[in-house]
């Protein structure tokens, strides 16, 4: 029997309009050509209202823009936790989360999925919150002993009160230039690069606006920048080295990456949704190797599953590799780097569902409950 698979995405994420193409080109399209799978569609509006229906597995409806009216004739979704989920009468067998940022990728929507006890693909509920915090992620890394570039952080209520102090101690912990990030965005909203003490205190009143929490770290020299999509629960595998072609003063803005389609350089090099890219990365042997390394310490400190990216800065110099972020549900899978490391979309799928499956019953069969007589004194 063909198994039930409901797809979530879209959200009240930035990432609202990547997500819908990650669902409908990476996850839906290739559940349906497994013909193993009947698949739910569950689609999130950025306001907020969750609806259902086969329509949603084409693109065009929402790059016509019938999206809108779609959504107002649709009822709202029916929802049972029924000693597992129902969905418009719909039994799920397995949840495939395909949102980013916020209330997706950020450990909301795995604690749901882990309320209603199902299987669900990827990292779950507290890998997700500790990846989708650039602080909390740094803090693992560096109790792992995991090289990330050195930083300092605040919050919006100190910047406000007192951003004169607050400058002053970022600028004598840290060594400029700086990077200053709201701790919670992801497609570099908010950033800022600074090289004084001028630019660092405007930088943090604009992180302020977009987050309570903000990090400074200090800038990664002589950068390259390369990427590590991976795969597994216990058994870890990586896909291949990415380089996207950036610098550090061209650093991937929103539109550079989603929009523009990746930037100024152009010439038969793969977009992705990461823009223009070197895949396999041309870096020596010797960077290759210690950025697999340090992506898979990552995704074992973390606790990772299913899949992830993790990004690295590299000090060319000085043959550094830094740990940057990591992304527990990329962008379209990164399924071109899994297709060009010999996975096809449909086996990173399937392969991703089985691994849903393996650790839910792993779960299943830690004791979660005990009888006492506590109740009968009552
Ligand atoms: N410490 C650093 N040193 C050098 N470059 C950096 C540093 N931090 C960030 N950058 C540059 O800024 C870009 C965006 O930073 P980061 O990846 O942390 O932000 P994001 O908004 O989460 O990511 P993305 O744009 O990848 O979604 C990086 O890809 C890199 O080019
Ligand atoms: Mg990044």
Redesign the pocket.
Known sequence: MKKTVAVFFGGRSTEHDISIITAISSVMKPLAMANLYNVVPVYITKEGRWVSGNELKDVRLFSSGNIDAFVKKSKPLQVSFDGGLTINKQRIDVAFPAMHGSYGEDGSLMGLLRMAGIPFVGADMDASVIAMD?VLAKQVAQASAIPT?KFLFTSRDAVTDSLKAETKRMGVGLKFPL?V?PAH?????G?TRVIDADELASALEVAAHYDTKIIV????NN?I?VTVPMMGNKIIQPALVERPL?T?DD??DFEN?YIRGGGKKTGGKHTGSQGYSELPAKIPAALETASLKVAADIYKAFGLQGTARV?L?IDSKTKKVYF??VNPLPGSLYAHNWRAAGISTVTLVNDLIQLAEQRHAEQKALATSFSSSFLRQF
């Open positions: 650039k570039s990077f990030k965005l992801g497609s570099s909203i950033i770290e200090e800038a990664v950068l920048e950036a550090a650093f991937f990456k990004d800065l940057n972020e």
